[in-house]
């Protein structure tokens, strides 16, 4: 039986074996794993701390696929085709979907999180209009649409214009997504701040991002952001941290009429000072949830163009055997991983 990997229960992993599916129906596609990208959502499901998760389930929702058989009436896609999936399953006839928001459609599924997911040997099912084709890029650089498709989209939500300044707090894989659409943005000043000075280093080195500001507890951290802005601190922040006490605090660093933007999840309490700040500035608060379907076409544009490197983001590498005994270390920060990526099927 091909072998697959389940979250049995918090901390809990089990290799397991799950059957072969056969013949896709209408608008479906058989597809096969080739690499699986491990990302923040995938370790919080796997230490018990993400919300909407329930044991036992098959994650991978970051993964870069082959086409094994398409079912009646798809055409975009045919057999042998590698592709990137768009996990996010709405209902198209809802209201949100409807306006163009399946990315926050009330009863969205996330493969992989509300589902099963692709962390398996065996052949799968999934919607076809979900598979977005890239045949000049590697499984690698497919399982890494997505997460960049996040970090795209929260640019999106912010909106910025040439002139303009934009703070990411956070340079995980998610800020580091945002980061590599925002250095492409003509005219657009850039500044990245995070708690460890490497991170800000990688920044530097591999995305050409100079204005980095390391966090300290003193609060210094403000000085250093008033300084590259001229004292006008930024128009977009992009928090990107997950930490309700960032998210509490990110205010403080975008200037009159700033735009925030929340793309990090947290289940804890976000509060903020209305008056002094987020009123007397007249700042707006955005939310940034998953990425639209055109978001994945146009990474793979720029992906395919040159524009994006992702093999600078790899830095670790495990085989999906080794799963259940390698997982684990990618909880401790100290590693230094900016995405790990599961092989679970040789080109």
Not at 89 to 101: A, F, Q, R, W, Y
Not at 238 to 261: H, L, P, Q, Y
């Amino acid at each position: 039986m091909p072998f697959a990997i389940e979250f049995t229960d918090v901390k809990t992993i089990t290799a397991i074996d799950l059957p072969d599916h056969h013949t896709p129906g209408p608008g479906e596609a058989l597809v096969k794993t080739h690499r699986m990208g491990i990302c923040g959502t995938d370790l919080s499901c796997y230490l018990g701390k993400f919300p909407f998760f329930d044991y036992p389930r098959t994650p991978g929702h970051e993964v870069g696929l082959e086409v094994i058989e398409v079912g009646e009436g798809v055409s975009h896609i045919k057999a042998g085709d590698r592709c990137s999936l768009e996990p996010y399953v709405n209902d198209p006839d809802s209201p949100t979907s409807l306006k163009g928001h399946s990315n926050c459609c009330p009863g969205v599924q996330v493969i992989g999180v509300h589902g099963p997911g692709g962390l398996r040997k065996s052949s799968w099912i999934v919607p076809a209009h979900k598979l977005h084709p890239g045949n000049n890029l590697s499984y690698d650089e497919l399982a890494l649409v997505e997460t960049l498709a996040i970090g795209y989209h929260a640019v999106q939500r912010g909106n910025p214009k040439p002139g303009e300044t934009v703070l990411v707090i956070g340079a995980g894989p998610i800020g580091l997504a945002c980061l590599e659409f925002l250095k492409l943005m003509e005219g657009v000043n850039v500044i990245v701040m995070d708690m460890v000075q490497s991170r800000l280093d990688f920044c530097a080195d591999n995305l050409g991002i100079k204005n980095g500001v390391q966090f300290n507890t003193d609060g210094s951290h403000l000085g250093k952001i008033e300084k590259l802005t001229c004292g006008n601190l930024a128009d977009v922040v992009i928090d990107a941290t997950g930490s309700n006490k960032s998210m509490s605090t990110c205010f403080e660093f975008g200037g009159f009429t700033a735009r925030i933007v929340y793309v990090g999840i947290t289940t804890l309490e976000v509060s903020f000072p209305h008056a002094p700040v987020f009123h007397r500035r007249e700042q707006t608060l955005l939310a940034s949830r998953n990425a639209l379907p055109a978001d994945f076409g146009e990474i793979i544009k720029i992906i395919e163009a040159g524009d994006i490197d992702t093999n600078l983001w790899i830095t670790h590498r495990i085989a999906i055997e080794d799963v259940p005994t390698e997982f684990d270390q990618f909880t401790d920060p100290s590693i230094g991983a900016i995405k790990a990526i599961i092989h679970v099927h040789d080109e």
